[in-house]
């Protein structure tokens, strides 16, 4: 059923803004690209370098051969996939709507994208979505078969030194809405009022642990949470992404096609520094 006059509470924004507004919007609501590195591009697709052992190095005599040997290369191919959405909206309520209204359905395309790229990056979706966290075979676990009760952020710390053990810095904590509110419960104390979590004091929403911000991503079930070095995530969004309008295909009926699309991949460039830990809420 499309939208109309009497369903179209805000405005229309003027085609030619839409496509910035997409994208700026996308990267400013995803968690993924607050996580990795965004990347735009207009190719399709692109190619990260990557290095895999070191080149040899060892203490030699006068006169003696030097160590000799190549470092381990090898690279990360990213493939941007589509991630669309179609609304139909009729000619009434594109001609007599103000020059903002589109507002509500600009927003609603942008979330709807916004969150299946999320879906995508924390999880191992089938293609056509491009690979997420879930997928890597050669994360570090931190806790394995023995999954932790977050009583309090001892794992966390666990898993900031696994990061740190595989050559990573750590910069995030990705969270399920359910593990955010009960740490954010945690105390730092019996009979304490005082939250175990720290805050950050340029963005008093955002929680801390260990200095490392929460990211709080819908699409992570319990069961889990990943401490994260995101400089080693890229995240390869093409420069095509854009909000369409045509009248074409629905001339017959007087609406209008509203389409958003986006391309969109994931490039882990050291699986390793992505830290795993089992979480078990009582």
């Known amino acids: 059923m499309p939208l109309s006059r009497s369903t179209l509470s805000a405005g229309w924004l003027p085609d030619e803004h839409f496509g910035q507004l997409l994208i700026a919007a996308v990267v400013e609501q995803s968690a993924a690209t607050s996580v990795g590195k965004p990347i735009k591009t207009g190719a399709e697709r692109m190619y990260f370098p990557r290095l895999t052992s070191e080149a040899p190095a060892d203490f030699v005599a006068e006169g003696a051969d030097l160590p000799l040997g190549d470092p381990g290369l090898d690279d ?25 209204v589109s507002k509500v359905i600009g927003d609603s395309l ?12 924390v999880g191992d979706l089938p293609a056509p979505a491009p690979k997420g966290i879930a997928s890597l075979t ?8 023995t999954p932790d009760n977050l009583a309090d952020l001892d794992v966390i710390a666990d898993a900031i030194a696994a990061v740190q053990d ?11 809405p359910g593990v955010a509110k009960h740490l954010a419960k945690l105390k730092t104390g019996t009979g304490s009022n005082q939250p175990l979590l720290g805050v950050d004091a340029t963005k008093p929403t955002v929680r801390t642990a260990y200095g490392l ?10 069961s889990a949470l990943y401490v994260v070095d995101g400089s080693r995530i890229a995240v390869v969004l093409r420069q095509t992404a854009s909000v369409e309008i045509s009248r074409d295909r629905y001339f017959e009926s007087d609406r209008v096609a509203v389409r958003a699309r986006a391309r969109v991949g994931f490039g882990f460039l050291h699986p390793e520094t992505v830290a795993k830990v089992g979480v078990a809420l009582a």
């Open 138 to 145: 050669n994360v570090t676990d931190v806790t394995g078969s």
């Open 166 to 176: 595989e050559g990573g810095t750590p910069s995030h904590v990705l969270v399920s």
């Open 213 to 222: 911000p929460l990211v709080t991503v819908r699409a992570l079930t319990d």
């Open 76 to 100: 990360v191919a990213v493939i941007p996939a589509k991630v669309a959405g179609l609304t139909i909206v009729t000619s009434e309520a594109v001609e007599d709507a103000s020059p903002e």
């Open 110 to 121: 942008v979330r709807a994208i916004s969150a299946k790229i999320d879906q995508a990056f």
